[in-house]
């Protein structure tokens, strides 16, 4: 069966400090990836999307990147954080079957 | 801009009573539909899907889609406090990445 691993789940960083952000997919290859960030209280934002290796679609503008370095495995990371950085950052993946399944999810708290 | 409206609530029922969520969407080539539960502080599960015009009923959950007035509902029958959640509404905006586009959730209180 197919897991998708995310860590760390919880995270407290200075503003200015780098980040990353881990995802791991099992069972599957060739997964489409995504990374959201969801503010308090809010709704569901795409930062990120990736159809393959090295192929990365951003879909708002910001000072995160995002990296597919193998095919199961997707990387979110910033140079220097924000306050306005801090959220809920959920990775996901899909199949043609439709749907998404989502990673526990890391808490990030930007101080 | 495809969009996706959903009431943000709360919504407040009894126990025992029927939940009824409901979700409009503005794209009308969208073809697959879905509901997540979101528990507060942790991420988004899949609840229900559907593909189809008419009812999906899976357990306490029944999915219903009407593609010509464009919303999609999801009824929870027999509500329990562990109901008590964020359901969002979903669907897939086209193209061959599998995307989602999200409503922004509604609350649900089921009171004891």
């Known amino acids: 069966s197919q897991t998708i691993h995310q860590w760390p789940a919880t995270l407290v960083q200075p503003v200015g400090s780098p980040l990353s952000l881990e995802c791991t997919v099992e069972?599957?290859?060739?997964?489409?990836l995504y990374w959201y960030r969801q503010a308090a209280g809010r709704g569901l934002q795409l930062l990120f999307y990736?159809?393959?290796?090295?192929?990365i679609s951003s879909e708002v503008p910001q000072n995160l990147s995002a990296s597919r370095p193998q095919d199961r495995q997707f990387i979110l990371s910033s140079k220097k954080l924000l306050l306005s950085d801090s959220g809920f950052y959920l990775c996901?993946?899909?199949?043609?079957?439709?749907?998404?399944?989502f990673g526990s999810g890391t808490r990030l708290t930007v101080v | 801009q495809k969009e996706v409206e959903q009431n943000s609530g709360p919504l407040s029922v009894p126990e025992g009573a029927i939940a009824s969520l409901n979700c409009t969407y503005s794209?009308?080539?969208?073809?697959?539909f879905f509901w997540y539960r979101q528990y507060s502080g942790k991420s988004p599960e899949l609840i229900m899907s559907?593909?189809s015009n008419g009812d999906k009923e899976d357990g306490r959950f029944t999915a219903q889609l009407n593609k010509a007035s464009q919303y999609v509902s999801l009824l929870i029958r027999d509500s329990q406090p562990s109901d008590s959640a964020t359901y969002l509404c979903?669907?897939?905006?086209?193209?061959?990445?599998?995307?989602?586009?999200w409503g922004a959730g509604t609350k649900l209180i089921i009171k004891p």
């Open positions: 996901a993946w899909s199949s043609s079957r439709g749907g998404y399944t």
């Open positions: 794209d009308r080539g969208s073809q697959s």
């Open positions: 559907i593909y």
């Open positions: 990736s159809v393959g290796i090295g192929q």
């Open positions: 979903a669907l897939e905006g086209g193209g061959s990445n599998y995307q989602l586009i």
């Open positions: 069972g599957t290859s060739n997964p489409n």
